[in-house]
């Protein structure tokens, strides 16, 4: 996936809402060194230096969605021991809240306990519930579901196998979030994908797709007839997906197309909780309208980033970005196209954030831009800069100048705290990029006449605002290339 598609996307499902139903669970990390042998038993004694605790489960899902800058609310059970109340904290920790965590006296909190020397795992011990959730901590749950759909933009469901995922339970939860107009994804376990049926994703890995169909997953010839044989049993599912490891993903989207996605080859390879790095990103990518393809493609670049890591690892926008490739024409990734920042633009006003834009050449960045930028970024949820190409600069201010291309002046741009993306344009205004634009506000500096600037008709039109920045006296660009030339 090219940078500035992801850099679009990551835009795109910051602050989305995410209900994840599913099984929590307690892992804790015991680290030690081994030098001896138990008297007792002809096994290694493990010297503890070290422990460590983190969401499992649904709960590692809900990490990875934090990470990319999602809201989560976090629906499961956890028992009324001390695991369930280290699990709580954690997931208030990631969420913000345990609103949607049932206790229960009668089930105990799933665990794990892995012991590991010079990082190696020796053993691992579970504690897993013999029974599934009785009837009345469902009524819970769909309380709890119904609740947080009202105000979420997707539902996704991890079901890790330890008896919260019931059939009667996803069912109406699945049912609730169809009635909400809100898509469903579903990470499944065990046999039977029919108790997931009626939801719009759901993604098992090579491995459960070939134990739920019987069927070969070795190639992607194999991986598109499974994923038929799947779907032909699934009536109300729209679409269905299987990640592939080192083989990368295959899709069945929603008009019955099959779709191959190649993964990047990686140094370092550690699958541990890359699925749940997956799924954040494919239901966060479909929570903000990306078509399945775009969403299957950036799980893949986020998974990737996972699987680059040791253990299990949640993984920072930056990080995709870093690992996105580099468009030709785009210095930063935050250097952004006309057409694909007038999306983003229309994205971030329907989420709700008041868009600001300024323009200028910006050829030798001084204290005076800075300061006119950071007043900029105070009016505003969003700081997009236009900036003006060379041939326009050339146009403006002569033969001469720009001093810097505007490449140069974009990555300059671009790596400041207060700019959040830059757009570069050949005409000598901004007045077209602004309609394409369409911000809620327009920022210059106070030398300029608010009903005079180019795009101001705009502004007004359409009931934004402009807003004039103080300056820093004798401050320019101007200046400061005449002071060198009398210095030369």
Request: charged share 25%.
């Amino acid at each position: 996936m090219l940078r500035e598609r992801a850099a679009h996307l990551l835009a795109a499902i910051q602050n989305r809402r995410a209900v994840v139903l599913g099984d929590l669970l307690y892992d804790s990390f015991v680290y030690g060194d081994t030098h001896r042998i138990s008297r007792e038993a002809p096994v290694p004694i493990l010297s503890e230096k070290r422990r460590t605790a983190m969401l499992g489960g649904a709960g590692n899902l809900a990490r990875n969605l934090s990470s990319l800058g999602a809201e989560v609310r976090l629906i499961s059970v956890a028992g009324n021991d001390a695991d369930g109340e280290a699990a709580i904290d954690l997931v208030k920790a990631a969420c913000g809240d345990a609103k949607g965590v049932v206790r229960t006296p009668e089930r105990p909190t799933p665990s794990k306990i892995r012991y590991v020397s010079n990082n190696q795992q020796m053993f691992c011990v579970d504690r897993d519930p013999v029974e599934a959730v009785q009837a009345h901590t469902v009524s819970d749950l769909l309380d709890h579901i119904k609740e947080a759909l009202e105000t979420s933009d997707i539902l996704i469901v991890s079901d890790y196998g330890r008896g919260v995922v019931t059939r009667e339970l996803v069912q109406a939860a699945i049912a609730l979030a169809r009635d909400a107009g809100k898509p469903v994804s579903v990470d499944p376990r065990g046999h039977d994908y029919s108790r997931y049926d009626g939801a719009s994703i759901i993604k098992p890995n090579a491995g459960e797709l070939e134990e739920e169909t019987g069927l070969r997953v070795s190639s992607d010839e194999d991986a598109a007839t499974a994923l038929k044989a799947l779907k032909a049993q699934l009536s109300r599912t729209q679409a269905v997906m299987v990640t592939r490891g080192g083989a990368g993903m295959t899709l069945l989207d929603e008009s019955g197309a099959i779709h191959h996605h190649l993964s990047r080859s990686r140094d370092v390879y550690d699958v541990s909780g890359a699925g749940d790095t997956a799924l954040a990103g494919l239901s966060l990518a479909m929570a903000a309208g990306a078509s399945l393809k775009d969403a299957m493609e950036f799980a893949d670049l986020a998974a990737g980033v996972a699987v680059g890591k040791p253990g299990t690892a949640t993984v920072s926008p930056e990080e995709i970005l870093d690992a996105a490739q580099a468009g030709e024409e785009a210095p930063d990734w935050r250097v952004m196209s006309r057409p694909a920042m007038a999306e983003l633009s229309a994205d971030w006003r329907e989420s709700g954030l008041k868009v600001g834009f300024t323009n200028g050449c910006f050829d030798l960045l001084h204290p005076g831009h800075l300061s006119v930028l950071r007043h900029a970024a105070s009016v505003c949820d969003r700081l997009i800069v236009g900036l003006n190409a060379d041939a326009s600069v050339k146009r403006l201010k002569g033969e001469n100048r720009p001093i810097n291309d505007q490449a140069t002046r974009a990555t300059m741009l671009a790596s400041l705290e207060m700019v959040d993306r830059v757009v570069i344009f050949d005409e000598d205004t901004p007045a077209e990029l602004i309609s394409e634009i369409r911000p809620h506000v327009m920022i210059k500096g106070a030398d300029y006449v608010a009903d005079e600037l180019p795009g101001a008709d705009f502004i007004r039109q359409s009931g934004g605002e402009i807003v004039l920045a103080p300056l820093m006296d004798g401050l320019s660009t101007t200046n400061i290339v005449n002071r060198l030339r009398q210095d030369g």
